[in-house]
């Protein structure tokens, strides 16, 4: 049997296979294996037929649809980069990654490059925009080559540049602990293993469908098309509004595999499930954090006949620990052990193992270990060092150094190997699944020009994980009104980055030694006073 090395390849394999089975779903529409290869062929000719060089970056801004999936795929069989962005983003986001990365090509939709079209100018890199098929005649945007998608894939057949499976594949955007979004860049080779890694121990197979509710701007997300697309089975894209939306799709689909965050995962498990769910959901699966012990019991419970994958992954190694089945009921509070082809250790600072049960840093060595993050050298080399020679699986007589992804939590390994989640060493906040930084909050803020001094922080919450809350001061001479404030938010920022509260107080706020504006004090006393 042959096997992909390359991420397009995917989907040529399984449609020689089976060019007949289903690969996606979207609405009332399917599109076979050998249709969708199809298209993603002809979208890579379009690509060339637009000069597209060799690791130029395509960027996506849309919602789950047919034409999200091809680009996604098609871009790198021409040699190119996908940069998929979450559509929830405002244009003031999207303008910043197309910038970041320097986008040359962007897909996207009529209404949302109206959106799009006063911020950019300023994307110096951009050339080329493709746009959805649609009545209206297409806007015009000054500098920019306008493309309708139907004429793309209408281009002349063209061969695509070369590329190996070490080449750049994708940069996927994920929050900093400081400042801008991080592209995270992964080549063909991190993407594919990690494909073939999850769906060995999910045990996906042609007769599978899953759904995709995750955006696939994450890296879970975009994993169920991976997964799926090796194994030969089918992908339901949903765009879904309410929880129940969800427990629709797979009564309505026949699903059998689902992976979702937490809070979406709390949410379902206080709705009523159809009886018969449980005979076809072959297995669930959590990423984005820790699934609560009485959201997990609640959902066994409904679902008797279905098995529980308890995962942890990080975007900068795609995927890294999973907790069998077969385990849950001994260790609930367990991110279990590394996937296949992947090594997970637990270090301290100098660099040595823990003991047993002693708490040290998760670190991911292997093949899903990614290429660092675009353009940013600095942070790059904290997240991404050389294992030292005396770690597991490094010898003394290897000279050329190993990088592998130091992921910034601590956990503890116990007697077994089994890994448990201790906390993170910085000031993220993780939000329905989502990975916020409180400066990337305060920065917008800041924007506004209707704040003095602010800070934001994370406060634990039942259902979302936790939710933001903002401490902000009066600008210098004027007042705060925090209704205009968070009107403000909800205009700049998507809907999962917008604070929960915010606490208006005179300044100035309290500074740490170093002279920053002391976070942990305010959180501290924000507690207090609740």
Sequence with gaps: MQYATLLPELIALSAQRDPHAVALTYQQQSLRYGELHDAVTRFANGLMDLGLQRGERVAIYLEKRFETVIASFGAPAAGGVFV??????????????????????????????????????????????????????????????????????????????????????????????????????????????????????????????????????????????????????????????????????????KVTGLTAVPPLYIQLSQLEWPAGITDHLRYFANTGGRMPRETLAALRARLPKTQPFLMYGLTEAFRSTYLPPDEVERRPDSIGKAIPNAEILVLRDDGTPCAANEAGELVHRGALVGMGYWNDAEKTAERYKPLPVHAPGREAGLVLPELAVFSGDTVRMDEEGFLYFVGRRDEMMKTSGYRVSPTEVEEILYETKLVGECVAFGVDHATLGQVIQVIATPPPGGTLDAAVLLAECRARMPAYMVPAGIDVRHGPLPRNPNGKIDRKTLCGEWSEER
């Excluded at 100018?121 to 306008?146: E, T, W, Y």
């Excluded at 045990?203 to 890296?219: K, Y």
């Design 84 to 253: 998929p962005l979450n559509p929830l983003l405002k244009p003031e986001q999207v303008s910043y990654i197309l910038r970041d990365c320097n986008v040359r090509v962007l897909v996207t939709s009529p209404e949302r490059l109206a959106l799009l079209a006063p911020v950019l100018s300023a994307c110096h890199d951009l050339r080329q925009v493709v746009v959805l098929d649609s009545d209206p005649p297409l806007p015009a945007v000054a500098g920019l080559s306008i493309s309708r998608w139907s004429e793309l894939l209408a281009a002349p057949v063209r061969t695509g540049h070369r590329v190996i499976d070490t080449d750049m594949l994708a940069i996927l955007y994920t929050s900093g602990s400081t400042g801008k979004p991080k592209g995270v860049v992964l080549s063909h080779r991190n993407m594919v293993a990690g494909a073939k890694s999850v769906a060995s121990y999910l045990e996906n197979r042609p007769g599978d469908t899953l759904l995709a509710a995750l955006p696939l701007s994450f890296d879970a997300g975009f994993s169920q098309l991976t997964t799926a697309f090796h194994a030969g089975a089918r992908v339901v894209l949903l765009n879904y509004l309410l929880p129940r939306d969800v427990l629709k799709a797979l009564e309505r689909e």
